[in-house]
Nanobody
Framework: QVQLVESGGGLVQAGGSLRLSCAASGRTFSNYVMGWFRQAPGKEREFVAGISSSGAGTHYAGSVKDRFTISSNNAKNTVYLQMNSLKPEDTALYYC??????????????????WGQGTQVTVSS
């Protein structure tokens, strides 16, 4: 059993910054991957960023790689998403996810076993 809890969302003006956190609880983890996805109303869920439990192997969607930074604290089973230079098109419900060993890449939803409830990010123009 694993529970993921996101926090840090809110309302920010274009050009501003937010830092999202996702804490995993329920058991001790060793090797795993954590990722961030987002979904805007009427659109499909979209991959944002992913990271291994070691802190290496980070991967970003092309639309955010120059503005967002993913990091993790393995001891706390927590992943962070630092979002800078936010744009109105970044507005969405942001979800974190956790998965184990898989042949699928970071951006593939099916490789993740657990999902959080999401935290809302709204960027005004």
């Amino acid at each position: 059993q694993v529970q993921l809890v996101e926090s840090g969302g809110g309302l920010v003006q274009a050009g501003g910054s937010l830092r999202l956190s996702c804490a995993a609880s329920g058991r001790t983890f060793s090797n795993y991957v954590m990722g961030w996805f987002r979904q805007a109303p009427g659109k499909e869920r979209e991959f944002v960023a992913g990271i291994s439990s070691s802190g290496a192997g980070t991967h970003y969607a092309g639309s955010v790689k120059d503005r967002f930074t993913i990091s993790s604290n393995n001891a706390k089973n927590t992943v962070y998403l630092q979002m800078n230079s936010l744009k109105p098109e970044d507005t969405a419900l942001y979800y974190c996810a956790l998965g184990g060993v898989s042949n699928y890449g970071y951006s593939t939803s099916r490789r993740y076993d657990y999902w959080g409830q999401g935290t809302q990010v709204t960027v005004s123009s």
